[in-house]
């Protein structure tokens, strides 16, 4: 599974942005997709995570009623709309995919090359 994300950019707080990932490949129903980001000198955290079906979805608390994931696995793309921005959301947004609906990290085996998100105050 090869992994594009794409839609980063400069929003004031406050704002709204949605970021994408598109993949390649034909299995992509079968895979969790998750987001993940690391803003300078921190380490990479979850974000949020969407079953195979797009049925199941859970986020960092800290972005929940904020922050939606959805995919659409007819396009093989997976999203995440980011309204209300805050500046401590700024960071590198990564998209992930796993076999497994986890949310660590090293249950994704594939990842993009992540799309840059900045907001400011």
């Known amino acids: 599974v090869q992994l594009q994300a794409s839609g980063g950019g400069l929003v004031q707080a406050g704002g709204s942005l949605r970021i994408s990932c598109a993949a390649s490949?034909?299995?992509?129903?079968?895979?969790?997709m998750g987001w993940f980001r690391q803003a300078p000198g921190k380490e990479r955290e979850f974000v949020a995570r969407i079953s195979p079906s797009g049925v199941m979805t859970s986020y960092k608390d800290s972005v929940k009623g904020r922050f939606t994931i959805s995919r659409d696995n007819a396009k093989n793309t997976v999203y995440l709309q980011m309204n209300s921005l805050k500046p401590e959301d700024a960071a590198v947004y990564y998209c992930?995919?796993?076999?497994?609906?986890?949310?660590?990290?090293?249950?994704?085996?594939?990842w993009g090359q992540g799309t840059l998100v900045t907001v400011s105050s």
């Open positions: 992930a995919a796993a076999l497994h609906y986890g949310s660590s990290q090293y249950d994704y085996s594939y």
């Open positions: 490949g034909r299995t992509f129903g079968s895979w969790v």
